[in-house]
């Protein structure tokens, strides 16, 4: 199968370089920060579906929006848009995961059971490092 003339043809791909590990110096990756390296991290999709599952929730969100703006105004998404990214900005510490219940109660998930509250999502695999050198690092200091 010819890869390239399949990921043109994708229209609501997202770019294959966002999802390779991130380089540091000299074009070497920087294990400590981002972790080790997968080789399913620079594979493309396998099916069409999975790049819709991936972006399943900010279709949802733009559905949302769009039927809020259409029935109370332009207000009314705004208004959500300003409390999710209030809501995505309360973190942890950079070496601690954080559960973004707030998000999730906004969301109306919290009363949900889905994959990722019974076997973990797979994305939201630990991470082990040095506090003080990723503290430093989310800073800027580094």
Sequence with gaps: MNTR??????????????????????????TLRSGFSSVKNELLPSH??????????LNQDK???????NIQGLHAPLKLQMEYRAARQIQRLPFLQSSNLALDTLR??????????????????????????MVEYKLGFM
């Design 48 to 57: 069409v579906l999975e790049l819709s599952e991936k972006n399943f929730q």
């Design 63 to 69: 559905m949302n929006f769009s039927t809020l703006r």
């Design 5 to 30: 003339g399949f990921r043109s043809q994708l229209k609501d791909s997202v770019p294959v370089t966002g999802l390779c590990p991130q380089a540091g110096a000299y074009d070497v990756q920087d």
């Design 108 to 133: 109306g998930n919290d009363e949900s059971i889905g994959f990722e509250d019974i076997l973990c999502d797979p994305s939201q695999s630990e991470m082990m490092g040095e506090p003080h050198m």
